[in-house]
C-alpha cells in the first residue's frame, strides 16, 4: 500500500533538472523527501485524509536553488546596514551618511556599505574626504568588492593605523607622503582593525581574515545576538528559494552559531563550511580542520572542505596578474601564497581528503591555483575531488583547458561580469581589450568541457539567483575578437541546482526534483520558461520548502 503523502503540488510547470522526467505536473513530498513526480493523475494513489494539497497556478516548481558562493555571516550583518548602491557624488553620499549617524549616535563605529571606486566622482575616496562627512566620530566605507575599506581619520586612529602597520604580502595600509595613512585599506588583514571597532566586533567577518576565534572571546550576550542576526539572513536566503548554501568563509565560532541552530531546529539552509587556510598553515591547523569535519556531519551542516584566497580583486590592483595592469604601470599584484607554500597546501589538504575552494581573479593566480591542483595529482594520484576555482575573471586561454583535464570545477558569479548589470569601461581601462577577450569565462568553461556553477558572492552583489539567471543569460561579448559567454536558460538553472549540488557532492540527495531525493524546493510565481529575459528577475519566490516543510511563504 502505497504511503500518504503529506504534500502534493499540482497545476505546476515542473522544472526537474532530472534527464530522466525533465517535465512533470504535480509532486508528491513525505517524510522530508520527494516521493513522487508526475501528472495529477499519478498523485492519486497518494492523497489521505491529512494529505495537503497544494494549487501551484502554473506556476514553475524546480529544485531549491543551491547557493554556491556566499558569505553569510558577513551578509546577514550587512542587512541592518546603510548601503550606498546605485548612490554617487558627495552631497548625495554624505547627507545620507550623516543621516545614519543621526539615527544610530551610539554606534562607535559607523559602518557604510556597497561604496563604489567611484563614489565620488572623479575625487579620490581617502580619509580627508571622509572627514569631509563626518569628523568627530569614526566612519568607515566597504568597497562593493569587499577587498577594500577607506576610512576617516578618527576610524583610523581608533584602529591603531593612523601611522601605518606592516601587512603580509598583497595586504597594505596605504600610506600618503605626510607620512600618516591615507585611509585606503587593502584586503582583509588591512582593514581588520577596523571592523573590530564595529557593532558586531568584527565576529562576523573573522572566518575571511584569520578564520580561528575570534579575539577576544565574544560574550553570551554578543553570542545571543549573533545567534539572532543570522535567523534574519537564513530567513532572507529563505525569502529567496535558497534551500542550501556553500559558505566561503568559516571559523570555529562561525561553526559553533550554526550548530547551535541546528540543534534547535532554526538552521532552515543547509550548509557547507570550509576551514579557512592562511600561508603558514601547520600540523595543529590541519588537525582541527579534520576535527570540525568529523563532528559536522549532518544534512544540515558539514565542514567538509577548505577555503583559500590566491589574490585579491581586479579594481584596485591586487589581483594577481601574469602582466602588469594597463592603468598600472609595472603593478601586478602580488599572490598571498609563494608557488612553493601554495603547492604545499595543495598537496596536504588534498591528500587528507579535502575539496578546495580558491578565490582566484587574476590569470596568474588562476594559473596558480592549477599549478597547486597539478601537483596534488601527481603527489596522491587522481581522485573525485572536485575542487573549485572561485570567480575566474581573468584567464590566460592556454589555462581554460586545464579545469576539464584536471577535473577542477570552475566557480564564476554572472553578476560580476561587465554587461548589463555593470559598465564596460572600467574593466577595459584595467587590463586592457586583448585581456578582456578571455575575461570572465562562462559558456567557455562549458564549452571547454570542464564542470561549472554559479553564485552570487553575496554580499559583494544581490543574492537574489533570479538576478544571476538573468546576467548569466543577457552576456554579450566584452570587447571585439571576444567569445559568447552567455548561457542557456537550462544551463543557467542547472548551474544554480544540479551542478552546484554535484559540486558539493550532494548529486545523489538534491539538485534535482526526483523520487527519494530532499524535498528541498521553490515555486516561482510565473512560467519561467515563458517569461522574457529581461523579465526574469521580477518573478517572486511564492513559497519555498526545505525538507518538505514550507520555510517561506509569500
Known amino acids: 500500500m502505497a504511503i500518504a503523502a503529506e504534500t502534493i503540488i499540482e497545476n505546476a510547470r515542473v522544472l526537474t533538472l532530472d534527464e530522466g522526467t525533465p517535465r512533470a505536473e504535480a509532486v508528491a513530498l513525505g517524510g522530508g523527501r520527494i516521493l513522487a513526480v508526475g501528472g495529477r493523475a499519478d498523485m492519486s494513489a497518494l492523497r489521505g485524509p491529512g494529505t495537503r494539497v497544494m494549487d501551484a497556478g502554473g506556476g514553475t516548481l524546480m529544485p531549491g536553488f543551491v547557493e554556491g558562493h556566499l558569505h553569510l555571516f558577513t551578509g546577514s550583518v550587512q542587512l541592518d546596514r546603510l548601503s550606498l548602491k546605485g548612490l554617487h557624488g558627495f552631497d548625495a553620499v554624505a547627507a545620507a551618511i ?25 575625487m579620490p575616496c581617502d580619509r580627508h574626504i571622509l572627514d569631509r562627512i563626518l569628523a568627530d566620530r569614526p566612519l568607515a566605507l566597504m568597497e562593493s568588492s569587499h577587498h577594500t575599506v577607506w576610512a576617516n581619520t578618527a576610524a583610523l586612529a581608533a584602529a591603531g593605523l593612523l601611522h601605518g602597520a606592516p601587512m603580509p604580502p598583497g595586504n597594505e595600509v596605504v600610506m600618503g607622503p605626510d607620512g ?41 550576550a554578543d553570542r545571543s545576538s549573533d545567534l539572532a542576526t543570522l535567523r534574519q539572513g537564513l530567513a532572507y536566503l529563505a525569502r529567496h528559494g535558497i534551500t542550501s548554501a556553500h559558505v566561503m568563509d568559516g571559523d570555529p565560532y562561525q561553526l559553533s552559531l550554526y550548530a547551535s541552530l541546528e540543534a534547535e531546529g532554526a538552521l532552515t539552509t543547509r550548509l557547507r563550511v570550509p576551514f579557512r587556510v592562511l600561508p603558514g598553515m601547520d600540523p595543529a591547523d590541519w588537525a582541527m580542520a579534520e576535527a570540525a569535519r568529523t563532528a559536522h556531519t549532518s544534512d544540515r551542516l558539514r565542514a567538509d572542505f577548505v577555503k583559500v584566497f590566491m589574490d585579491g580583486v581586479l579594481g584596485t590592483g591586487t589581483a594577481a596578474m601574469l602582466a602588469p595592469y594597463d592603468d598600472r604601470p609595472g603593478v601586478t599584484g602580488d599572490p598571498f601564497f609563494s608557488a612553493e607554500e601554495w603547492t604545499h597546501v595543495a598537496v596536504e589538504a588534498d591528500r587528507r581528503g579535502f575539496q578546495l575552494a580558491v578565490h582566484a581573479i587574476g590569470d596568474l593566480a588562476v594559473r596558480m591555483t592549477l599549478d597547486g591542483f ?82 552570487s558572492d553575496w554580499p559583494v552583489v544581490a543574492l537574489d539567483p ?43 540527495v538534491k539538485g534535482r526534483i526526483a523520487p527519494g531525493l530532499l524535498a528541498d524546493l521553490v515555486l516561482l510565481s510565473g512560467d519561467i520558461e515563458a517569461t522574457p529575459t529581461d523579465g526574469i528577475d521580477a518573478l517572486r519566490v511564492v513559497t519555498t520548502f526545505s525538507g518538505g516543510n514550507v520555510i517561506y511563504q509569500a
Do not use: K
Open 180 to 220: 600618516l595613512a591615507t585611509g585606503v585599506l587593502l584586503e582583509f588583514d588591512a582593514f581588520g582593525p577596523i571592523l573590530a571597532l564595529t557593532p558586531s566586533g568584527g565576529r562576523d567577518t573573522v572566518g575571511l581574515v584569520t578564520g580561528r576565534a575570534p579575539v577576544p572571546a565574544p560574550t553570551a
Open 98 to 122: 550623516r543621516a545614519r549617524a543621526a539615527e544610530r549616535p551610539g554606534e562607535r563605529m559607523l559602518m557604510i556599505e556597497q561604496a563604489d571606486l567611484d563614489t565620488f566622482g572623479d
Open 466 to 508: 533570479l538576478i544571476g539567471i538573468r546576467a548569466a543569460l543577457e552576456r554579450t561579448p566584452l570587447t571585439e575578437g571576444a567569445p559568447q559567454e552567455a548561457v542557456t536558460l537550462h544551463e543557467a538553472l542547472a548551474a544554480h541546482t544540479a551542478w552546484a549540488a554535484w559540486t558539493g557532492f550532494d548529486e545523489s
Open 374 to 455: 597539478e601537483a596534488a595529482r601527481a603527489a596522491n594520484g587522481a581522485r573525485d575531488s572536485r575542487h573549485r576555482v572561485e570567480h575566474i575573471e581573468t584567464c590566460d586561454p592556454a589555462d581554460l583547458p586545464r579545469f576539464a583535464a584536471l577535473g577542477v570545477v570552475g566557480s564564476p558569479q554572472p553578476t560580476h561580469a561587465p554587461g548589463p548589470f555593470y559598465g564596460l569601461a572600467p574593466l577595459i581601462d584595467c587590463i586592457g581589450p586583448a585581456r578582456a577577450r578571455s575575461a570572465y569565462p562562462a559558456a567557455s568553461l562549458l564549452r571547454s568541457g570542464a564542470r561549472m556553477l554559479f553564485s
